[in-house]
């Protein structure tokens, strides 16, 4: 449900009192039977509308104010804008490329303002979890936390089994389940029913978010550690995928950003303890195009070089999503399963099974939790037998080797958004401030980055005067040389005299040898001679 923040205390007050005045002077109207009493009756009913109190104008904590409230003119914050690289710079350039998405962006099935606004209601959730999520809390309730600050964003209510809202699915909600992922696992865990795990401070966290507004999906994941141990990591996923977003563009093939990916991505090193792991990007995971109400369209975006020809073209949106591991650097489906997504309509006995998830998730990805919020209980047999015919896919929980710890980092990008631009004379306006800040925690991460980066060169510079110490200790041998070409050339001659001698002495036994009639080896004629 949308909770709306209480009314002013002093605003509610002055209405009270008010409201116990009207009622004192309806009183005595009413025992004269005048017509005066009837009018102020009428009066009093229009007053009791201001009991509402003045419209948020912030967020609450945690957020469950819907943006209409917050944005109410509808016009949403605008994302980063990426300018396409070296050859597709024209299309950024280019006034007819420009007015043709100007007129896209005036349809109603098109618009960016749907991307936007779910995006701007990620932006803020996202916002709440990584400042509130910590070691002690439940998975279960970190999910259920999330998805229901999705819930009231997006200002969709929650649909009831066989209610009037069951195809309100389709305006806005929940993308696909939260994926939670722990440690080895990399994606596609999201607690089910009963289960009882607990965030460790030991623990890597992957928080995939999606929100959908409209059918347009915004799919965004983020990677929490409690320790310091593994940022080495976190910093190598981020890198990659900001990599892959500048990578990206019309025309650019999805195997030439796989190989930009890699590349970065294994420049990386992990020292835990004593031991030293290079990064490495999850082969057999990727990310993908997202069409409406499907959050994997037909493309897949590698993050390995491969030899995949594929190429971005122009409106397609995708999701730049890696993945970086101190394993082996590929997943296998491990645990029990929780996510699925419905991918045809059934026939015979199981249309009734799969009618309540045509109603209320459609072919949005979905998990056990939904159907027990639906009222569903016995409901394992048959979803099992809607994966076996095929009906349904189920998304089991992809993990690495045990012990291994792998990272999450995932971007949004729309190869139209390049062409969409802020004039510079518009009036401030709250979505504007909204993505002032938006870039203001941009700035604190690139600072963080900064900060790194410092520290990298300060410790390349050591090594650079350690390298310099050992040029001088060679230089110095250089100096000595010649004393120590001497004592070689001494040891060398000693050598010399050894063999000319043993040369001697085998020449020696071998004419004994001839001249007793006798064949004897070399070793054996030595051992005669020294027998003499």
């Given at each position: 449900?949308?909770?709306?923040?209480?009314?002013?205390?002093?605003?509610?007050?002055?209405?009270?009192?008010?409201?116990?005045?009207?009622?004192?002077?309806?009183?005595?109207?009413?025992?004269?039977?005048?017509?005066?009493?009837?009018?102020?009756?009428?009066?009093?009913?229009?007053?009791?509308?201001?009991?509402?109190?003045?419209?948020?104008?912030?967020?609450?904590?945690?957020?469950?104010?819907?943006?209409?409230?917050?944005?109410?003119?509808?016009?949403?914050?605008?994302?980063?804008?990426?300018?396409?690289?070296?050859?597709?710079?024209?299309?950024?350039?280019?006034?007819?490329?420009?007015?043709?998405?100007?007129?896209?962006?005036?349809?109603?099935?098109?618009?960016?303002?749907?991307?936007?606004?779910?995006?701007?209601?990620?932006?803020?959730?996202?916002?709440?979890?990584?400042?509130?999520?910590?070691?002690?809390?439940?998975?279960?309730?970190?999910?259920?936390?999330?998805?229901?600050?999705?819930?009231?964003?997006?200002?969709?209510?929650?649909?009831?089994?066989?209610?009037?809202?069951?195809?309100?699915w389709r305006l806005a909600g929940i993308g696909f389940p939260t994926g939670l992922s722990l440690n080895e696992c990399a994606a596609h865990y999201t607690p089910n029913a009963g289960d009882t795990r607990v965030l460790q401070q030991k623990d890597m966290l992957k928080v995939d978010i999606g929100v959908q507004v409209n059918g347009r999906i915004c799919d965004s994941a983020f990677t929490l550690s409690f320790e310091p141990t593994y940022d080495a990591l976190m910093e190598a996923v981020k890198d990659a995928t900001n990599t892959g977003v500048r990578e990206a563009g019309i025309d650019v093939r999805l195997g030439d950003i796989g190989a930009a990916i890699q590349e970065v991505m294994e420049s990386y090193e992990v020292?835990?303890?004593?031991?030293?792991?290079?990064?490495?990007?999850?082969?057999?995971?990727?990310?993908?195009?997202?069409?409406?109400?499907?959050?994997?369209?037909?493309?897949?975006?590698?993050?390995?070089?491969?030899?995949?020809?594929?190429?971005?073209?122009?409106?397609?949106?995708?999701?730049?999503?890696?993945?970086?591991?101190?394993?082996?650097?590929?997943?296998?489906?491990?645990?029990?399963?929780?996510?699925?997504?419905?991918?045809?309509?059934?026939?015979?006995?199981?249309?009734?099974?799969?009618?309540?998830?045509?109603?209320?998730?459609?072919?949005?990805?979905?998990?056990?939790?939904?159907?027990?919020?639906?009222?569903?209980?016995?409901?394992?047999?048959?979803?099992?037998?809607?994966?076996?015919?095929?009906?349904?896919?189920?998304?089991?929980?992809?993990?690495?080797?045990?012990?291994?710890?792998?990272?999450?980092?995932?971007?949004?990008?729309?190869?139209?958004?390049?062409?969409?631009?802020?004039?510079?004379?518009?009036?401030?306006?709250?979505?504007?401030?909204?993505?002032?800040?938006?870039?203001?925690?941009?700035?604190?991460?690139?600072?963080?980055?900064?900060?790194?980066?410092?520290?990298?060169?300060?410790?390349?510079?050591?090594?650079?005067?350690?390298?310099?110490?050992?040029?001088?200790?060679?230089?110095?041998?250089?100096?000595?040389?010649?004393?120590?070409?001497?004592?070689?050339?001494?040891?060398?001659?000693?050598?010399?005299?050894?063999?000319?001698?043993?040369?001697?002495?085998?020449?020696?036994?071998?004419?004994?040898?001839?001249?007793?009639?006798?064949?004897?080896?070399?070793?054996?004629?030595?051992?005669?001679?020294?027998?003499?």
């Open positions: 449900m949308i909770q709306q923040p209480p009314p002013d205390p002093v605003e509610a007050k002055e209405e009270e009192e008010k409201e116990e005045e009207e009622e004192e002077e309806e009183a005595q109207e009413g025992e004269n039977g005048g017509a005066e009493g009837a009018k102020k009756k009428k009066k009093k009913k229009k007053s009791k509308k201001k009991k509402t109190g003045a419209a948020p104008t912030v967020q609450s904590d945690p957020p469950r104010v819907g943006l209409s409230f917050l944005f109410p003119n509808g016009v949403y914050p605008e994302g980063e804008i990426q300018e396409y690289k070296n050859d597709n710079s024209y299309r950024t350039t280019s006034a007819e490329k420009k007015e043709a998405e100007r007129l896209a962006c005036e349809n109603p099935e098109t618009t960016y303002e749907n991307i936007r606004r779910a995006a701007e209601v990620h932006r803020q959730v996202r916002a709440h979890a990584r400042k509130h999520i910590r070691p002690g809390q439940t998975m279960t309730d970190i999910a259920n936390n999330i998805e229901e600050g999705v819930r009231a964003l997006v200002e969709v209510q929650g649909r009831e089994k066989g209610g009037m809202e069951a195809e309100n020292v835990v303890g004593t031991n030293t792991y290079q990064v490495k990007s999850i082969e057999n995971l990727s990310g993908h195009s997202i069409e409406r109400y499907r959050i994997h369209g037909g493309k897949s975006v590698p993050i390995v070089k491969t030899a995949d020809q594929t190429k971005m073209e122009e409106g397609e949106l995708f999701a730049i999503e890696t993945f970086g591991s101190t394993g082996r650097g590929r997943v296998i489906e491990s645990g029990d399963c929780s996510h699925y997504a419905k991918m045809r309509n059934p026939r015979g006995t199981l249309r009734q099974v799969c009618f309540l998830l045509s109603t209320h998730f459609g072919t949005l990805p979905f998990c056990r939790r939904y159907l027990d919020r639906y009222g569903e209980s016995k409901y394992l047999l048959a979803l099992k037998s809607l994966v076996q015919e095929g009906i349904v896919q189920d998304y089991p929980p992809l993990c690495d080797v045990k012990g291994a710890m792998t990272a999450q980092f995932l971007r949004e990008t729309n190869d139209g958004m390049a062409n969409l631009m802020s004039s510079p004379q518009a009036e401030v306006t709250t979505s504007m401030r909204h993505s002032v800040q938006m870039h203001r925690e941009m700035l604190d991460d690139y600072t963080r980055d900064f900060g790194r980066t410092k520290s990298s060169v300060r410790s390349a510079l050591d090594r650079a005067n350690l390298l310099s110490n050992v040029r001088s200790d060679i230089n110095a041998y250089k100096a000595a040389r010649s004393s120590a070409t001497d004592s070689l050339l001494a040891e060398r001659g000693r050598i010399d005299s050894s063999h000319r001698m043993t040369d001697d002495v085998l020449a020696f036994c071998q004419a004994k040898v001839v001249l007793g009639g006798y064949q004897y080896t070399n070793e054996w004629s030595i051992e005669l001679y020294a027998g003499y």
